[in-house]
């Protein structure tokens, strides 16, 4: 995170805004991120897609996993004779639930070619670029789905944002509660003040994260 707020600060200096410039525009129902790169033009389209598709996903990734820990030491104060390999792959279940639903729904945030030539238009527009600037249009649409084979923006943004966060964050509370509770018969029962200290430790750390 240093290494590109150093990075994002040298190309502000240099003005060199053509590398990293991208564009959030919500206009007439429809939803396009705009993406200006000196490899435009140089790189297929299909490939920029895959690296949309992948940074979304990176994205959603940030929430999908916060309640794994959590899981993990419920489980190792309410199940300490569990396997390792079972409370790993339970722990990681919803991850899992809710990463295939990001895999399916970030292809949505690439438009047909009717839709992209409407998001096109739009961004032109609206900015006043030149005809000549290239650039590669991502998003969604709510009012114009005819143009984007019945997707709506709405299904893309469920899959990729709502249904991971809300779901996450609503586990990790859960879990937050659930080891509170546990962490107070814990310390009594425990023989190590020490390996207390460190489950103690271990909750605040996870309650600072969320």
């Not at 033009?41 to 897609?49: A, L, R, V, Y």
């Not at 959603?60 to 190792?76: D, H, K, N």
């Not at 107070?184 to 969320?210: C, G, H, P, W, Y």
Request: net charge neutral.
């Amino acid at each position: 995170g240093c290494l590109l707020n150093i990075v994002l600060f040298y190309l502000l200096t240099k003005s060199r805004l053509d590398w990293l410039f991208r564009i959030h525009l919500f206009l007439d129902c429809h939803f396009i991120f705009v993406i200006f790169n000196p490899l435009i033009g140089q790189i297929s389209k299909e490939i920029f897609d895959l690296l949309t598709m992948l940074a979304s996903a990176l994205c959603s990734s940030l929430f999908i996993f916060i309640p794994t820990l959590a899981g993990m030491q419920l489980m190792a104060l309410t199940k300490p004779h569990w396997e390792p390999k079972k409370k790993f792959a339970i722990a990681f279940i919803h991850p899992i639930i809710c990463t295939i639903v990001v895999v399916l729904s970030v292809p949505l945030l690439v438009p047909t070619s009717a839709l992209d030539q409407e998001m096109e238009r739009t961004a032109r527009v609206k900015f006043d670029f030149a005809d000549d600037l290239l650039f590669y249009r991502y998003g969604g649409t709510m009012s114009r789905t005819d143009l984007n084979e019945g997707r709506h923006f709405l299904v893309a943004l469920s899959g990729i944002i709502i249904f991971p966060y809300t779901t996450s964050h609503a586990e990790m509370v859960v879990l937050m509660i659930l080891i509170f509770k546990h962490l107070r018969s814990f310390r009594s029962e425990i023989v190590s003040e020490k390996t207390a200290k460190l489950q103690n430790d271990f909750f605040i750390m996870q309650l600072m994260q969320v």
